[in-house]
């Protein structure tokens, strides 16, 4: 496309060269994008420009800021509003995908991820986007609502390639950015809320209202909200005019609970659900109802649970150690992580290997360190993402949280602290490795390394 032709309804400009993409970060620019320099949470795009132009970028765009560069600059008052306008210009197919999106505090990927298998196995084409990645496609993202460009850029892909249907992962961060601004929401899942991202939202209140405002979307036809939940009638107020469906633990007949998982009831069905933790059966609603939604009889839906199998890094059992990890990074998760493994194993000891990550919500690190010390028997204390912290400063807020008199001990090195609570895994004791789930790097302040717990834990288990 012609920048001119991208910027006509924007602003008129004499610049004449094709742009092959547009871009907000220089990590996911390619040769021939546009660089759309802006303000970001601690720096100013202008800043990478210089790297924009040896990554291949033809051209930016650029707001208040006088700048001079080896390439085309265009300047426009107040871009920031016109990234919606710019997306859907140049990723024209994107809003033709019909997305079905999840929000809350815990839960997003694994429901995401549920209702993405189910539709898979109803022989429905569809992509899912979040924490995980972006399935079926090239196209990459460290965010778990990626940035508005990288986000239309993959359903715009998406639809060439006769995927229709979406499921996305719609963080607080997303919402509050604009970054799901203009696409083609079908349907709105609430799974709860609890404490985090306080470091970007400072209250609770504040973070609740950003959620909310995904359920207020034109587009939306249905929403799915929790009524386990405290906040749900502020969900069902948002989305009033909308086709409404609550879901409940209470709608299961019967639970009864396995090494395994669940054996359940639904409907006169008695049906197995492979997943650990009551939290998993709220999740499994969520992505029934969903489904349900969709126009699928509930005959058709039910035997498809016993075959759903959980995310990589939630609740992912080890091979040949009673090891799980989990990407529970929340007060609620952790509590809700140790509490399914007491559950589940009630006869053995928790041990928990776990931090809390550098440069995000420090008033969460004290009251993980109470749960965790309230709910498992032994505690290690390590290192998450410290980033630009201080590691022994964060765990010292965690500290904090944990009376004096407490067993618990502390080794800074992560696969150190993995390795050796394997090895050392006595017979009557789970082992729950909690934070990082899935996440294959850990960042330092000067560095970032390739680091995967489950690859570790499975290493040292054999």
């Known amino acids: 496309m012609n920048i001119t032709q991208l910027l006509a309804d924007i602003t008129p400009t004499k610049i004449d060269l094709e742009i092959n993409g547009l871009c907000l970060n220089t990590h996911n620019a390619q040769t021939g994008d546009l ?3 802006l303000q970001g ?5 202008i800043n990478h420009i210089e790297r924009a132009i040896e990554k291949g970028c033809v051209a930016v765009l650029v707001d208040s800021h006088d700048l001079e560069c080896a ?22 197919q994107a809003t033709k995908v019909e997305v079905i999106g999840v929000t809350g505090t815990n839960g997003k990927t694994s429901v995401g991820y549920f209702i993405s298998q189910m539709l898979s196995e109803l022989g429905i084409k569809n992509g899912f986007i979040g924490t995980l990645g972006i399935s079926n496609s090239d196209v990459a993202s460290a965010n778990t609502t990626p940035d ?89 107020d948002a989305s009033k005019g909308k086709k ?53 009889s509930r005959e058709g839906i039910i035997p498809l649970l016993s075959r759903l199998f959980p995310p990589l890094g939630r609740m992912q059992k080890i091979k040949k150690a009673l090891a799980w990890v989990d990407y529970a990074h929340t007060p609620d998760a952790l509590a809700n992580a140790i509490t399914t ?54 765990i010292n807020d965690i500290l904090s949280g944990i009376d004096d008199s407490f067993e618990l001990d502390i080794t800074l090195d992560r696969q150190l602290a993995i390795e050796t609570a394997i090895t050392t895994l006595n017979e009557g004791e789970c082992l729950l490795i909690a934070g990082k789930g899935h996440e ?20 040292a288990a054999n």
């Not at 509003?81 to 210009?89: D, K, N, R, V």
């Not at 809320?193 to 995904?214: I, N, P, S, W």
């Not at 690190?365 to 032994?378: F, N, P, Y």
């Open 35 to 37: 660089f759309i320099a």
């Open 41 to 45: 949470e601690t720096t100013h795009g």
């Open 71 to 92: 390439i085309p600059v265009v300047r426009i008052e107040n871009l920031k509003q016109y990234l919606p306008a710019l997306a859907s210009a140049y990723y024209s």
């Open 148 to 236: 508005i460009f990288t986000l239309y850029k993959a359903l715009h892909q998406y639809h060439l390639d006769n995927i229709n249907t979406a499921v996305l992962e719609v963080s607080s961060h997303g919402l509050d950015q604009n970054r799901v601004a203009g696409l083609n929401f079908k349907q709105a899942i609430f799974t709860n809320l609890t404490q985090d991202h306080l470091d970007y939202h400072q209250t609770l209140d504040e973070y609740r209202q950003v959620k909310l405002k995904l359920f207020s979307f034109d587009s939306i036809q249905s929403v799915i909200i929790n009524q386990d939940d405290a906040y749900h009638q502020d969900f069902l």
């Open 244 to 296: 409404q469906t609550t879901y409940s633990i209470k709608d299961f007949e019967k639970i009864t609970i396995n090494e395994q998982g669940f054996l359940c009831q639904l409907d006169n069905f008695v049906f197995e659900i492979p997943l650990l933790g009551k939290f998993n059966l709220s999740n499994v609603l969520a992505a029934f109802n969903s489904v349900e939604q969709l126009g699928f």
């Open 341 to 394: 493994l007491k559950e589940h194993h009630p006869e053995h000891k928790i041990r928990i290997v776990f931090g809390c990550g550098g440069n995000r919500d420090k008033s969460k690190r004290a009251k993980m360190g109470k749960i965790a010390s309230k709910l498992a028997d032994t505690i290690v204390l390590t290192n998450d993402n410290p980033r630009k912290e201080d590691p022994q400063a964060i």
């Open 440 to 459: 294959s790097t850990q960042e330092f302040k000067n560095k970032t390394t390739a680091f995967n717990d489950v690859e570790i834990a499975q290493n």
